[in-house]
């Protein structure tokens, strides 16, 4: 089984798409296509592909709709047909929703170009930044992050956090890591996949009510839990919600895993998952799909791993995952007992108050994640569920 993962906001380069632009195979196509992107953005997204510096590719409202148009362009040199599940992080999850069918190449640049121009303006509201966390003990650098009152914005795996706040508390980090963990501050306008990107996701989604979608006709992972969506209204709803909760990456790997991928290509700029992948997926052979030298390669590894898509889901758990920070208080459920969609797992307790943490889907409570009492990081799982199918 065949994945394609389109990555997210830091992974650009200055001139990464000239060698699209320069191929004789591909530039024709690539060109006509990112002009025909660049009208419903406002944006040059050519020059900012090729001529642009790394200052002006860096700045929020023009990486976001560059990034997923550069995914575009590289997906449509595949034979997609023999693709069976797509992912991606962050923005790049629009690129996947494009992919997987749900959104059309036009929505998917044009809410990116929303998406990035409505989330600078949000860093400007407030001194926000963020910061990786490599290292160190999971459940101590979760815990520092809760001491904190810094969110865990991104769970990528192969021990990579990435924590988002407020500057103090950032600095404050940055002089008494967790354990065994180094802290690299992270050059990002504001803290992204956290609330202080409300007035972002407000705006998202008044624009997104008017986005048309479809039923995905591939397998679709969410950035939330790393479960495949089932619509293309669910996937619209969770990649308005996204701008504001923590991209659990990890799950997505994880997902990736149980599904029984063999072959992963990541598309342009490709590099940082494909790294993710090689210390997370062992035995899963990855591609990286940077430039149309890259071609044979990607097309050969999706003749000998690639197939039919595949329309149910087959994930073998569902994550319940904390939405704020706090001390974590576990309902009156035990494992094994069935928890229906929509009811609390548990409760987060803080000083603005106990919020319910509702499970997402329905299954049987299979293992509890934290226990009774622990301090807890928004986006931090709390219980795993197996499907109802699954557990019989």
């Known amino acids: 089984m065949l994945a394609l993962l389109a990555p997210g906001q830091g992974s650009q380069k200055p001139g990464f798409l000239s060698p699209w632009l320069d191929d004789s195979a591909t530039g024709t196509a690539a060109a006509a296509q990112l002009r025909w992107l660049s009208t419903l953005t406002g944006l040059d997204l050519l020059h900012l592909g090729t001529e642009a510096g790394a200052d002006e590719i860096k700045d929020t409202a023009k990486t976001q709709p560059l990034l997923v148009a550069a995914g575009l362009v590289a997906a449509a040199t595949l034979p ?129 009510a008017g986005v048309q979608v479809h039923e995905p006709v591939r397998l679709l992972l969410t950035n939330a839990d790393g479960s495949a969506v089932a619509t293309g209204a669910e996937t619209l709803n969770r990649l308005v919600r996204q701008v504001t909760s923590p991209v659990r990456w990890d799950l997505c790997q994880q997902s990736l895993a149980d599904l029984g991928v063999t072959g992963a290509i990541e598309l342009a700029p490709a590099g940082t998952l494909a790294g ?53 208080v576990p309902a009156e459920i035990a494992e094994g007992d069935e928890v229906r969609a929509g009811t609390p797992v548990g409760f987060v307790e803080n000083r603005q108050g106990r919020t319910p943490i509702e499970a997402v889907h329905t299954g049987v409570l299979a293992e509890w994640l934290v226990h009774p009492g622990d301090p807890v990081a928004s986006g931090q799982p709390l219980a795993r569920l197996h499907p109802m199918e699954a557990a019989r």
């Open 80 to 208: 997609l047909d023999d693709v069976s599940v797509v992912a991606g992080h962050s923005v790049g999850e629009l690129t996947a929703a494009a992919l997987a069918g749900v959104l059309s190449p036009e929505s998917a640049v044009a809410l990116a170009a929303v998406r990035g121009r409505e989330m600078a303006a949000a860093c400007a509201l407030e001194p926000t930044g963020m910061s990786a966390v490599l290292g160190g003990n999971p459940d101590e650098v979760l815990a520092k992050l809760a001491e904190l009152g810094l969110t865990a914005a991104n769970r990528n795996g192969a021990g990579q956090v990435v924590a988002a706040g407020p500057l103090d508390a950032l600095e404050k980090l940055a002089a008494d890591p967790p354990a065994k963990a180094r802290v690299i501050t992270l050059q990002v306008a504001g803290a992204f996949h956290t609330a202080y990107m409300a007035h972002a996701g407000q705006a998202l989604a008044a624009v997104a």
């Open 276 to 328: 993710l992948a090689k210390r997370t997926l062992k035995g899963v052979e990855i591609v990286t799909l940077n430039t149309p030298g890259d071609l044979k390669a990607a097309r050969d590894l999706i003749s000998r791993h690639g197939g039919p898509a595949l329309f149910e889901p087959t994930v073998q758990f569902f994550v319940t995952v904390a939405t704020t920070a706090g001390t974590f």
